[in-house]
């Protein structure tokens, strides 16, 4: 259950409206998320992806900036369609599902049978997993993409596009579900997220009077085929298609009719019939005969296959194992056909044998076919040969060209010589939409297409990457491949919820084509309200959006002028976007797409500045997957452990475009680092003696002791380091300088004061005021509740100051002592460890003035450059000792760039300072020298700037 202090919090936060954002004299941070497909239950990696922009939202909120953080529910398209239909014949794995894994109650199950109630039902839930998470979302904006609203802006947005000549109707290949005869996208999907369709092409082989038909990405390699593969334990058919009769797997024709729709079965044949005889190459004309093969797979392509083995991993080994499988050599009286093999090299690749599907088997220790890394070794050869590889004699017209520039020409060769045909294959499966039918590739006709593929607007969307910030900045290479690699995409459906296309009302807009720009909606959202839908068109659009008066299908504005005006304002101090976030498997649509539509219908000023990308979620290793009930729900989280150390765990675990890990055992590790935060107050009120007071203003105090200077100066790294992370939406960083480090400092502080002054006090109240500061973005509600006890002002702390470093605070010198002090104990620790001694006195020795000068030289010649070093010390006649100058130099040369030099430090000084802290660490009385005056064992020639030398006693 969500504790009462959560709900208190909660409540307070509400009553306050603290989170509602509204246009002002502040500087403007607009943050959105991918808004979420509300057909199950909020889990922990959801959790991760909202809490990411709701700790941005709450930093830059205590930064002073004006923050709006929105959301909404996405819930157009066909899945939540396919699942009412699941829950209306009462299938067992859906039921389970939704029962065991989203845990909804019988009663409410039985309404599942309407999708509208589904997302009704689980955007609520979101709602309220949400609001215990403590995001500080405005609500006031919250929307669902059926709202008769939205569907209206939608329209808009659609008509947007055609006017500019970006719509198209054509054919094209889409995912397609056959069972509800619907094209499909990726949140359609069970299984097959984000898998491609490539192309392929198909190869007649001729044989006797029919065509044994092969697919293939490199037809170039055809020159090379040695023989075929047929796998003789799946069927095949004999089929009819442009007056031909093609030879393909009886699964491949179940694919292949929803592109080549014509195509029809004549009769089944038998694999074996085929093992042992021979088809004809019509390239070379050379006979090829066809070997068994359990390998070939009959529901991809056409499940038929030829073999290269000079360039393809898998056919090379694949040959080996038919050489070695008597059995099937004597059945099928195989063996004068495979002694007669005769493997054909087509590619020259400089570095690389004759045939280097040999070298990548090697390179990657290839055995098997099955052995795993044997795609590894495939798409690198694939690729190599395309990017490096030449055409060599063996390959008639083409010789002496680069694999890249001849595949094209190739496949336009074998089609005009109709040796060829093109078939569209899933690049891998299964695809199985969420209705539970596995998916096919189908050629639409009739349909609608966005066309991304227009080079004038491509170069628009590079334009706009150009100004946009991208985190993490390596991304930015994906985006460039996937902006140029975008094809036209089908923007319609005929199924599921959503706007229909508002020229062609039988097409639904498809959900990633009517997702794009929401941003914007947002700004204006909470004025629909009181505005009727109906009222809604696109001359109002375009007013408020584009700042033009009229539209193109002739609507005239029918909201009032003065409301108009404000709604404008409001979209106009928000936009453009400062940041958008989702998931990495994104980037090559939906993100994409982003750039793409405000390119298009946006002028260059409300474009977006700021794209961030997430990683996927593990449950303790395995990927999370709700369809597989390997998940943990947000809201069990929540009652378990509490918002706060959900969220913690969550934000320190990995960065956010990292994959995150949840283990049991590392949360548990977070709750009690949370305790003892919850707890150290307390802590603190008891070793002052006096009761903790908190102000609003919270400035360091003036301190003269070494230790307290420290302790201050750490601060403010932590604060700089923390804050650099956050505004590189860095979450583990930031928390491993906040908290992690942050509690080891004041571990060691709490350790290293002997006594309790009027500094340590000061200083004390000032580590708790800028702690809780610094981790108010991650835990709000204990950091709310520590700031409301220690404090009599009425303010909440999410709207406090965040703490600003001060650099003149951050004293190189004063750390570099403390850090001698520490080394100091530990080393002290582990010599006596080592010598298993008793010393009731350690001796310290600190280094010479001369020693700081060779290193203050080699901090002048900047590099580790020995000569260099000792060459000057040497004229500088530090040392009378030449020899040990020497050898000191090059120590110095070796060692320099490891020990963060600062300057002289007066070790003496700083070693007195905390003799007494030494002591009571060691249990032992400390001498420190400047001279060796009683040195029995002469280890103050050991000393080092930083390293005082020790001696026992």
């Given at each position: ?18 989170f ?11 943050v ?8 199950g ?24 900036f ?10 157009t398209g066909?899945?939540v ?17 939704y029962k ?8 409410e ?14 955007s ?7 609001v ?16 008769p ?6 329209r ?18 889409v995912?397609?579900?056959p ?8 949140h359609?999907?069970?299984?097959g ?19 044994l ?10 020159y090379g ?12 058919v004999?089929v ?16 292949i ?10 009769e ?14 019509p ?11 359990s390998?070939?797979?009959a ?6 296959v030829?073999?290269?083995?000079a ?9 080996e ?5 008597t059995?099937?050599?004597?059945k099928?009286?195989?063996q004068e ?38 795609k590894?070794?495939?798409?690198e050869?694939?690729?190599k040969?395309?990017a490096?590889g030449?055409m ?10 680069r ?7 190739v496949?336009?060769k ?10 569209y294959e899933?690049?891998e499966?299964p695809?199985?939409c ?11 006709h009739?349909q ?25 900045n ?5 985006f460039?491949?996937?902006l ?12 599921g ?9 039988k097409?639904l ?13 947002y700004?204006?959202?909470k004025?629909m ?5 109906e009222?809604?068109?696109?001359a ?10 009229g ?21 106009q101090?928000?936009y453009?976007?400062?940041w958008?976030?989702?998931?990495k498997?994104l980037v090559g ?7 793409f ?6 002028p260059?000023k ?16 395995q990927k999370?997957?709700?369809?597989k ?16 150390t ?8 990995a ?18 680092r ?7 107050p ?9 009761p ?15 230790i307290?200077?420290?302790?201050i100066?750490?601060?403010n ?12 939406f860095?979450t ?20 290293r004061?002997?006594?309790i ?24 509600y ?13 303010v ?8 600003v ?11 570099k ?17 080592i ?12 280094a ?15 590099k ?6 000792i ?7 530090l040392?009378d ?13 070796k ?19 905390a ?5 009571s660490?060691i ?21 080092s700037?930083?390293?005082?030398a020790?001696?026992?006693?």
């Amino acid at each position: 259950m969500v504790t009462e202090l959560e709900k208190k919090w909660q409540k307070k936060w509400q009553e306050a409206k603290l989170f509602e954002s509204n246009p002002d004299n502040r500087e403007k941070m607009y943050v959105t998320v991918a808004f979420p497909y509300p057909s199950g239950a909020m889990h922990v990696g959801h959790g991760r992806t909202y809490t990411v922009p709701d700790v941005y939202a709450r930093f830059k909120r205590m930064q002073g900036f004006n923050v709006l953080f929105p959301m909404a529910w996405h819930v157009t398209g066909a899945p939540v369609v396919g699942i009412a239909k699941r829950i209306e014949r009462h299938d067992k794995w859906t039921m389970d599902i939704y029962k065991n894994v989203h845990q909804v109650p019988e009663d409410e199950l039985e309404k599942f049978v309407d999708p509208e109630y589904i997302v009704k039902y689980f955007s609520s839930e979101y709602h309220n997993d949400m609001v215990d998470m403590g995001y500080t979302i405005d609500w006031r904006r919250e929307f669902r993409t059926i709202d008769p609203h939205y569907k209206q802006f939608v329209r808009w947005q659609i008509r947007q596009l055609k006017d500019k000549n970006l719509i198209r109707k054509g054919s094209h290949p889409v995912k397609y579900c056959p069972d509800d005869a619907n094209p499909v996208g990726d949140h359609d999907l069970l299984e097959g997220e984000g898998v491609g369709i490539n192309e392929l092409t198909l190869i007649k082989f001729p044989y006797e009077d029919s065509y044994l038909v092969a697919a293939t990405f490199r037809p170039e390699t055809l020159y090379g085929a040695t023989n075929f593969w047929l796998n003789p334990d799946e069927e095949y058919v004999k089929v009819e298609y442009e007056g031909e009769k093609w030879i393909i797997s009886k699964l491949a024709y179940g694919n292949i009719i929803h592109q080549k729709e014509s195509m029809k079965i004549i009769e089944e044949v038998d694999a074996k019939d085929f093992i042992g005889k021979t088809v004809q190459n019509p390239i070379t004309n050379d006979p090829l005969p066809i070997f068994p093969a359990s390998f070939v797979d009959a529901d991809y392509a056409t499940g038929v296959v030829f073999s290269v083995p000079a360039h393809a991993p898998a056919d090379y080994i694949a040959l080996e194992d038919i050489k070695k499988n008597t059995q099937a050599i004597e059945k099928y009286n195989l063996q004068e056909q495979i002694d007669n093999i005769k493997i054909t090299s087509l590619v020259n690749l400089k570095g690389y044998s004759k045939f280097p599907a040999k070298d990548f088997l090697d390179a990657y220790n290839v055995t098997s076919q099955d052995d795993e890394n044997l795609k590894e070794a495939t798409n690198e050869i694939y690729k190599k040969e395309h990017a490096k590889g030449i055409m060599n004699e063996n390959t008639g017209e083409f010789e002496g060209r680069r694999v890249a520039d001849v595949r094209d020409e190739v496949i336009e060769k074998l089609l005009n010589e109709n040796i060829a045909d093109k078939l569209y294959e899933f690049a891998e499966k299964p695809v199985i939409c969420r209705c539970g039918a596995k998916c096919v590739v189908k050629e639409l006709h009739d349909q609608w297409f966005v066309k991304y593929s227009d080079k004038e607007w491509t170069q628009k969307a590079y334009d706009c990457l150009e100004q946009l910030d991208v985190v993490p900045n390596e991304i930015r290479s994906n985006f460039e491949y996937y902006l140029d690699w975008l094809e036209d995409w089908a923007c319609s459906r005929r199924l599921g919820l959503g706007t229909h296309m508002p020229w062609d009302e039988k097409w639904l807009i498809e959900p990633l084509t009517d997702s794009t720009i929401y941003m914007a909606y947002y700004t204006i959202a909470k004025y629909m309200k009181d505005i009727n839908a109906e009222d809604l068109n696109d001359a109002f659009f375009n007013k408020i959006f584009l700042d033009k008066d009229g539209a193109n299908d002739g609507s005239v504005n029918k909201i009032p002028e003065d409301i108009t005006e404000k709604i404008q304002k409001e979209f106009q101090y928000w936009y453009p976007l400062n940041w958008r976030l989702s998931a990495k498997d994104l980037v090559g649509n939906h993100l994409s797409f982003h750039m793409f539509h405000h390119a298009a219908i946006f002028p260059q000023k409300y474009w977006p500045k700021g794209i961030t990308v997430f990683g996927m979620g593990l449950l303790e290793g395995q990927k999370m997957s709700s369809s597989k009930g390997n998940v943990i729900l947000l809201s069990e989280a929540i009652d378990k452990y509490g918002a706060d150390t959900v969220r913690l765990f969550l934000m320190s675990s990995a960065e956010p475009w990292q994959d995150f890990d949840w283990r049991e055992k590392e949360v548990n590790g977070i709750q009690r680092r949370l305790e003892a935060i919850i707890e150290f107050p307390q802590k603190v009120e008891s070793l002052i003696g006096e009761p903790l007071k908190l102000s609003i203003e919270n400035n360091a105090p003036i301190v003269e002791k070494p230790i307290n200077k420290w302790i201050i100066s750490q601060i403010n790294r932590k604060i700089s380091t923390a804050t650099d992370a956050l505004e590189k939406f860095q979450t583990r960083k930031a928390l491993q300088s906040s908290l992690f480090l942050f509690r080891k400092d004041v571990d060691y502080y709490l350790n290293r004061i002997t006594i309790i002054g009027e500094e340590e006090k000061e200083t004390l109240i000032y580590l708790v005021n800028t702690w809780i500061r610094l981790l108010s973005p991650f835990i709000p509600y204990a950091t709310e509740e520590i700031w409301d006890t220690y404090n009599d002002d009425d303010v909440f702390i999410s709207t406090l100051d965040w703490p600003v470093a001060c650099e003149d605070l951050i004293d190189e010198k004063i750390e570099k002592s403390e850090e001698i002090v520490q080394d100091l104990a530990k080393d002290i620790k582990e010599i006596i460890k080592i010598t298993k001694s008793n010393p009731e006195v350690v001796h310290l020795y600190t280094a010479p003035s001369w020693k700081y000068e060779v290193y203050n030289i080699a901090q002048e010649v900047g590099k580790p450059n020995i000569g260099e070093i000792i060459h000057k010390a040497m004229d500088a006649n530090l040392c009378d000792n030449k020899k040990e100058l020497s050898k000191f130099a090059t120590k110095a040369g070796k060692n320099f760039n490891k020990i963060n030099y600062v300057g002289v430090v007066d070790e003496v000084s700083v070693i007195t300072d905390a003799r007494e802290y030494l002591e009571s660490e060691i249990g032992a009385k400390i001498e420190v020298y400047d001279k060796p005056t009683y040195d029995p064992q002469n280890k103050a020639q050991n000393a080092s700037p930083y390293k005082p030398a020790i001696y026992l006693e």
